[in-house]
């Protein structure tokens, strides 16, 4: 199949939602949106304005790493918010649900959350998160949410991750639209965000789908590996380590596998 055409205008007419989407920079190729994003902030974009890449030269993933996915099949986004300071913790809590929600109302297929910031089918990653933010004192200069969600991958085609990741296409046997993925996933963002906002407790039904709670962990933080037992999860999305010496250790970000 080729690859479904988006632009901005196409984009655009599509969305229903208020603030996230109200202005969108569509992009062929960009080194990765997050880089885009960053140089839309200088330039003083509105909040809500998201940023879609065909193609990243230069993704990046969490801890550094590369975030690798071949041109025109998936979705790559960026989406610029000026959050207050309390509410930046949130924010990936806030993406991981409603991509699990859209996924999930877009091709009834099954998700999961595994804390921090991935969505999983099947217990392989379909979509990542990745939150950039500059803070001055208590003053977020901006909250950038960068999000990828494997639709159309042949996940075969890259050996790297052909084990641990999944895509929607490979999920239902059958291709997706990418127009339609997104305007799901930039609605249910708008909900979870104003939620958030409002105070609701967005949180259970994330936690609802977390697969990390209830298990005995390993978490690297950097060069600190804390193994303990995944007791549970606080309302910004903090992982609550019971340790071997029975405290409890509070981790905001970090890499879980399961202990053996
Ligand atoms: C992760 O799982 O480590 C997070 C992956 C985030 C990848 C997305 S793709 C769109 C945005 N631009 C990037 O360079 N990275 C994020």
Same mark, same amino acid.
């Given at each position: 199949?080729?690859?479904?055409q988006?632009?901005?205008?196409?984009?655009? %007419?599509a969305?229903n939602?208020?603030?996230v989407?109200r202005?969108v920079?569509?992009?062929?190729?960009?080194? +990765?949106?997050?880089? &885009?994003?960053?140089?839309?902030?200088?330039?003083? @974009?509105? *909040?809500?304005?998201?940023?879609?890449?065909?193609?990243q030269?230069?993704?990046?993933?969490?801890?550094g790493?590369?975030? /690798?996915?071949p041109?025109?099949?998936?979705?790559? /986004?960026?989406?610029?918010?000026?959050?207050r300071?309390?509410h930046?913790?949130?924010?990936?809590?806030?993406?991981?649900?409603?991509i699990?929600? +859209?996924?999930?109302?877009?091709? #009834?297929? %099954?998700?999961?959350?595994?804390? =921090?910031? !991935?969505?999983?089918?099947?217990?392989?990653?379909? +979509?990542g998160?990745l939150? *950039?933010? !500059?803070?001055?004192?208590?003053?977020?200069n901006? &909250?950038?949410?960068?999000?990828?969600?494997?639709?159309?991958? !042949?996940?075969?085609s890259?050996? %790297?991750?052909?084990?641990?990741?999944?895509?929607?296409? !490979? *999920? #239902?046997?059958?291709?997706?639209?990418? #127009?339609?993925?997104?305007?799901? /996933?930039?609605?249910?963002?708008?909900?979870?965000?104003?939620?958030?906002?409002?105070?609701?407790?967005?949180? /259970?039904?994330?936690?609802?789908?977390?697969?990390?709670?209830?298990?005995?962990?390993?978490?690297?933080?950097?060069?600190?590996v804390?193994k303990?037992f &995944?007791?549970?999860v606080?309302?910004?999305?903090?992982?609550?380590?019971?340790? =071997?010496?029975?405290?409890?250790?509070?981790?905001?970000?970090?890499?879980?596998?399961l202990? @053996?």
């Amino acid at each position: 199949m080729s690859a479904e055409q988006l632009s901005t205008e196409i984009i655009r %007419e599509a969305l229903n939602t208020k603030l996230v989407g109200r202005n969108v920079m569509y992009y062929p190729t960009v080194s +990765s949106t997050m880089d &885009a994003a960053k140089m839309a902030v200088l330039d003083g @974009v509105i *909040e809500g304005t998201v940023i879609v890449a065909d193609h990243q030269t230069a993704g990046r993933g969490r801890l550094g790493r590369e975030w /690798l996915s071949p041109p025109g099949g998936n979705l790559m /986004l960026s989406i610029i918010l000026y959050p207050r300071l309390e509410h930046l913790a949130r924010l990936t809590l806030v993406s991981c649900l409603a991509i699990a929600r +859209s996924i999930e109302e877009v091709t #009834l297929l %099954e998700t999961s959350i595994k804390w =921090p910031n !991935d969505v999983l089918i099947n217990g392989k990653k379909i +979509s990542g998160v990745l939150v *950039e933010s !500059d803070v001055n004192g208590d003053k977020v200069n901006y &909250a950038s949410i960068g999000i990828a969600v494997n639709v159309n991958l !042949d996940v075969k085609s890259i050996p %790297e991750i052909a084990d641990i990741a999944t895509s929607l296409r !490979d *999920e #239902l046997g059958m291709p997706v639209s990418r #127009l339609q993925m997104l305007t799901a /996933l930039l609605g249910e963002f708008e909900k979870v965000y104003k939620d958030m906002c409002k105070g609701e407790p967005i949180e /259970l039904d994330w936690k609802r789908r977390l697969t990390t709670l209830g298990k005995k962990v390993s978490v690297r933080c950097g060069d600190v590996v804390h193994k303990g037992f &995944a007791e549970d999860v606080d309302k910004d999305g903090n992982l609550l380590l019971r340790l =071997p010496n029975k405290k409890l250790e509070v981790i905001s970000a970090g890499d879980v596998t399961l202990k @053996v």
